[in-house]
């Protein structure tokens, strides 16, 4: 498992922005998949967004879909999650992962798929 580190989360307003950070402090994420996933307590975890190490095409799950985005840094160890109009019910722990598969074109945003796991970031969304 190689280290992954999230960063970014907070306390937003409904309607409000957050950029979360995952970053790869020794290696290069230019061709990993690489996915955002988040957790409430009591429930499982979800896969909210991932975007292809072969050729950075993204899949957006309906929940987030034309809120969030994901993308890459300029720096190639890091990689965003942009979350826009943000709702109450995006409260949760948000991890990163990531896992490398040079001949899958499509990225996952099934847990399985992913050999390592940033600590999590607490997104908390209240007035």
């Known amino acids: 498992q190689l280290r992954i580190v999230e960063s970014g989360g907070g306390l937003a307003q409904p309607g409000g922005s957050l950029r979360l950070s995952c970053v790869a402090p020794t290696f290069t994420l230019k061709h990993y998949s690489v996915g955002w996933f988040r957790q409430t307590p009591g429930k499982e975890r979800e896969g909210v967004l991932c975007m292809s190490g072969t050729d950075d095409s993204t899949y957006a799950a309906d929940s987030v879909k034309g809120r969030f985005t994901i993308s890459r840094g300029d720096a190639e160890n890091t990689v965003y999650l942009q979350m826009d109009n943000l709702k109450p019910e995006d409260t949760a722990v948000y991890y990163c992962?990531?896992?490398?598969?040079?001949?899958?074109?499509?990225?996952?945003?099934?847990?399985?798929?992913?050999?390592?796991w940033g600590q999590g970031t607490q997104v908390t969304v209240s007035l």
């Open positions: 992962a990531t896992y490398f598969r040079p001949v899958q074109d499509k990225c996952s945003t099934m847990e399985t798929e992913y050999d390592s």
